[in-house]
């Protein structure tokens, strides 16, 4: 008789590729060819230390199989298969349904990250993976701006990629992997570092086959001081696109309320972007919130242009937690300021919500929710949960 079980695996149409994962896994369970990064179910023994560290929800993924799925089935996916119906061989050479135990294995399937992401139902499909480690697109640079004022804390660029005549198609929400040249300390070639898109799809300027990006340079940081230092001609290798549920609504009743840090605000330019391109095009749109933080007004990215977004199309918070003599502030503080409209959005299912910066934001913004879910008579996991399910709910922090 044999006796199925849980296997681990990764969504390919979500996942980022930032290998967080494999660079986590004590055990080197889960490794990655030009294409996929998978789980190797030889190896696993399902400890779930990849789960929390994983920006997109797509390392929450399991069936439940008698026969696992090998690593070659796993790097020629384009998707995950659907979850087969599972029957053990009974004796006698009769076959069984799926069980209570089966059962129990399915419904414990998603028990990790708190539930499968789900792209907006009224989101465009996104294209996913079309240029991979061993066939790279190559942009070149068209120009490199910083936003951040000089002797700020934070040195933050705006990047601007042109593809050329190479098919790039990219929605606002997805990211793209960018290669620096060189190996790492074991010889290897450097993997590529992900980044989000902060244009909106159809380009940087309207129609054109090009791509900005956000990148702060980090001390120590491989890629993100090549991508700082680029200038105007250069070629980049990149990788992508990836991800396909932190996407943005295309149902004009939606309302967006959008959280953020640092370059997390990338996706949320591209949204703004988006939603300001479809309103001058005559287009409606629901309305917008942005909460968004940062030390000072200096380090934060944008912080002019944004200034000048007509509050109609984007109402703005935006937050500062190092400025002298004044309060430390944090978005989680303004959101429990802003206490009553917060909850009416959170009560109106036209609503979704984006969550995008540093992973430490995390448990402060969702305390702030909890409160003021409480407060409105909601329960905040309850409706999370069901906003998530339904498409509304997204998180992508590193």
């Known amino acids: 008789m044999t006796k199925p079980f849980k296997q681990h695996l990764i969504d390919p149409e979500i996942c980022i590729r930032c290998y967080t994962c494999e660079n986590t896994c004590p055990i080197d369970a889960i490794s990655h060819d030009e294409n996929n990064v998978v789980v190797d179910a030889d190896i696993c023994e399902q400890c779930m230390a990849c789960i929390p560290v994983c920006p997109t929800g797509s390392i929450d993924e399991w069936r439940v199989v008698t026969t696992p799925y090998s690593l070659e089935e796993q790097f020629s996916w384009d998707e995950l298969p659907v979850q087969e119906e ?84 990219v929605l606002e929400g997805q990211s793209i992997g960018i290669i620096p040249p060189g190996t790492d300390a074991d010889g290897k070639p450097h993997l590529p570092r992900l980044y989000s898109v902060s244009s909106p799809r159809d380009g940087e300027r309207p129609n054109y086959n090009n791509v900005s990006l956000t990148v702060k340079r980090e001390p120590q940081g491989v890629c993100s001081n090549y991508v700082c230092d680029l200038a105007a001609g250069d070629e980049v290798r990149v990788t992508g696109p990836f991800g396909a549920t932190f996407l943005m609504p295309d149902d004009g009743a939606a309302r967006l309320l959008m959280v953020c840090t640092g370059t997390g605000s990338a996706p949320f330019r591209a949204f703004t972007m988006r939603r300001q391109r479809m309103a001058a095009a005559g287009g409606g749109g629901g309305d917008m919130v942005l909460f968004f933080g940062a030390r000072t007004p200096d380090s934060l990215p944008y912080f002019g242009p944004l200034k000048k977004v ?4 984007l109402q703005k918070h935006l937050v500062f937690s190092r400025v002298p003599d004044q309060q430390k502030e944090y978005v989680q503080d303004r959101m429990l300021a802003e206490r009553e409209s917060v909850a009416a959005m959170l009560s109106d299912a036209h609503t979704h919500v984006y969550i995008c910066g540093l992973k430490g934001m995390e448990e402060g913004v969702e305390a702030a929710f909890t409160e003021i879910a409480g407060d409105a008579g909601l329960d905040w996991i309850a409706t999370r949960d069901a906003m998530r399910e339904d498409g509304r709910y997204h998180v992508e922090t590193y």
Do not use: C, M, W
């Open 86 to 169: 599972v029957a053990e061989a009974a004796g006698g050479g009769g076959i069984e349904a799926l069980d209570d135990e089966i059962a129990r294995l399915l419904e414990e399937a998603h028990a990790g990250a708190g539930g499968k992401a789900r792209a907006p139902a009224s989101a465009a499909k996104a294209s996913v993976n079309l240029y991979n480690l061993e066939r790279p697109a190559r942009a070149r640079v068209q120009g490199n701006y910083r936003l951040t004022a000089e002797g700020a804390d934070a040195d933050v660029r705006h990047i601007i990629l042109d593809f050329a005549a190479q098919p790039f198609s």
């Open 310 to 313: 007509p509050e109609k199309v």
